[in-house]
C-alpha cells in the first residue's frame, strides 16, 4: 500500500473496516450552493450526509458529498505535500451516476 492509500485509509475506513466520512480531513474542502438559494450565490461547506465513493487508483481519489439540501460536488482528492488535498470540484445541477460499492473500495484501498 503506497503513502496516498495509507492516509485515505487512516481518514476513510471506521474501526469496523467500512468507509466513513466521520474522520475526513481534506485540505481545500470545497463548498457548494443549497438549493433555492443558489440564486442568492450563496455557498457552504459540502457537508458528508451523502458521499459516494465513485472512484480509486494508486494516486487519485474521487468521491460526491452534500447534504440532503445542497447540490451534490464531485471532487477530486490527491496527495499534496503528504497531505491529502481536494485537487478539484465541481458543483453538479444534474444526477451523478458512477459510483462504487463499499466492498470494491475497500479492496481497491487494500491493494
Known amino acids: 500500500m503506497n503513502r496516498f492509500k495509507e492516509l485515505l485509509k487512516a481518514q476513510l475506513i471506521d474501526e469496523e473496516g467500512y468507509p466513513s466520512m466521520d ?19 450563496y455557498l457552504e461547506p459540502a457537508d458528508c450526509e451523502n458521499f459516494v ?4 487508483t494508486d494516486d487519485k481519489f474521487v468521491m460526491l458529498a452534500g447534504g440532503d439540501w445542497q447540490d451534490p460536488v464531485v471532487m477530486t ?3 499534496v505535500d503528504d497531505k491529502l488535498t481536494v485537487t478539484s470540484s465541481e458543483i453538479l445541477h444534474d444526477e451523478y451516476r458512477e459510483s462504487m460499492d463499499d466492498e470494491e473500495f475497500v479492496k481497491l484501498l487494500n491493494s
Open 77 to 79: 482528492v490527491e496527495l
Open 23 to 41: 474522520n475526513v480531513n481534506f485540505i481545500n474542502w470545497p463548498k457548494t450552493t443549497c438549493g433555492e438559494e443558489e440564486e442568492e450565490g
Open 53 to 56: 465513493l465513485v472512484s480509486l
